[in-house]
């Protein structure tokens, strides 16, 4: 039997993962956390609404845990894994790319392992697995390009939540909606795979591929490209982390080849501001990603409520990305610091925006 603890058990991840871990006879629910949303309908010995998520894993001492936490509030949860060499199935790619060089010393010292969640990199991670890193060459991460794809910088200036939470292939929180709008989705995403995979910012691509079937590739040296396909459905990647190495079944259907459109196209990067500023934030590294961050949490939640327009998103978060000095977080108290100052500083431009 292996014990999971699923932080985030109420939301669109933790939902689908208690239906798998339900449907998979080794798999048993051990914890289960939710940030405000009961938890009633959820069987599990220990539960927590709220409060400290590192006290309900000290108490259920979990084999893997699950973390599908949206947003820099998942860190502990990150860190407090990886340090005790615990499996971590990490959906919250906030936490990497926030904590990232100190997540990677927690990792080091605990002796675990990380299994990536989001798709891209549960297909990178399959892509490379058994692979030397001198083989690869590059890093493709795929996606949608969202409700947005091919819209004027004057065609979004209006855009409501509403058109931002209608996503084209996933359905999916709130939260990582909108990211996926604004392609600060895929910006956390190079930042995650930079952490996860230790490949240099400039051999981590983008390319849009509309239906979301190709789920990302990999490069390697002799020109080969591996890439890995699949219908756009996260119960595969959250089965693969859970049940990992074994690969278990999972309800979906084959992929249907013959009726597969696949055409891909380069991303619109100057409509799009945020991916440019997640890698700007990314290369100079220091706390520069988890400023990205927490002011894009800032930001997102004011479009959400009708305080910022969609495009004072990047305008927020380039703010916040100027004023941060880019010194490294020694520890978690710098880390905490960086992440306080970044929203207090974002929620100022918001007022600007
Ligand atoms: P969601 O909003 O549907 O659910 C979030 C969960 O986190 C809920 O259970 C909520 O109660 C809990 N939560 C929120 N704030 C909290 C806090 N302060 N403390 C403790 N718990 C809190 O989000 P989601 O779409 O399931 O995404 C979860 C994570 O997985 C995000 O980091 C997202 O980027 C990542 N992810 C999601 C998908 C997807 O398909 N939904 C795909 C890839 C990655
Ligand atoms: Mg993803």
């Known amino acids: 039997m292996k014990r999971v603890a699923l932080l985030g058990a109420t939301g669109s991840i933790g939902r689908q993962a208690i239906e798998i871990v339900e449907a998979h006879p080794a798999l048993e629910l051990c914890a289960a956390s939710s940030g405000s949303a009961p938890l009633d309908a959820v069987a599990a010995p220990f539960k927590q609404v709220g409060g400290d998520l590192t006290e309900l894993l000290e108490r259920a001492e979990p084999d893997v845990v699950l973390n599908a936490v949206v947003g820099f ?13 615990v499996d971590l199935a990490l959906a919250n790619k906030e936490s990497l790319v ?7 010393a927690a990792l080091r010292r605990g002796g675990g392992r990380i299994l990536p969640v989001d798709s891209e990199h549960s297909a990178l991670f399959q892509c490379l697995e058994g692979r030397a890193p001198e083989q690869v060459d590059t890093l493709v991460l795929t996606g949608s390009g969202g409700p947005f794809r091919g819209w004027s910088r004057a065609e979004l200036e209006h855009v409501t939540p509403e058109q931002a939470l209608a996503h084209p292939t996933w359905s999916m929180g709130p939260k990582i909606t909108v990211d996926s709008a604004t392609l600060a989705n895929k910006g956390l995403e190079v930042i995650e795979a930079h952490f996860l995979f230790g490949i240099p910012y400039d051999r981590i691509e983008v390319v849009v591929q509309p239906t979301s079937i190709v789920h990302s590739l990999v490069r390697f040296r002799d020109g080969a490209a591996l890439a890995h396909l699949g219908y756009p459905d996260m119960r595969v990647p959250i089965s693969y982390a859970l049940t990992y190495p074994e690969r278990a079944a999972t309800p979906l259907p084959p992929l249907d080849l013959a009726s597969l459109t696949l055409a891909f196209s380069t991303p619109d990067a100057e409509t799009f501001a945020m991916l440019a500023l997640a890698r700007e934030a990314g290369e100079r590294g220091g706390t520069a990603p988890c400023v990205f961050n927490a002011a894009n949490e800032i930001a997102v939640a004011a479009f959400l409520e009708g305080r910022l327009p969609f495009l004072g998103i990047p305008e927020v978060v380039g703010e916040a990305l100027a004023a941060n000095d880019g010194a490294p977080a020694r520890d978690v108290d710098d880390l905490l610091d960086a992440d306080r100052a970044a929203r207090e500083t974002a929620a100022k431009a918001l007022v600007v925006a």
Request: charged letters at 15%; a negative charge.
């Open 98 to 104: 926030a904590a990232g060089e100190l997540a990677l």
């Open 73 to 85: 509030a998942g860190v502990h949860a990150t860190l407090w894994t990886l340090e005790r060499g």
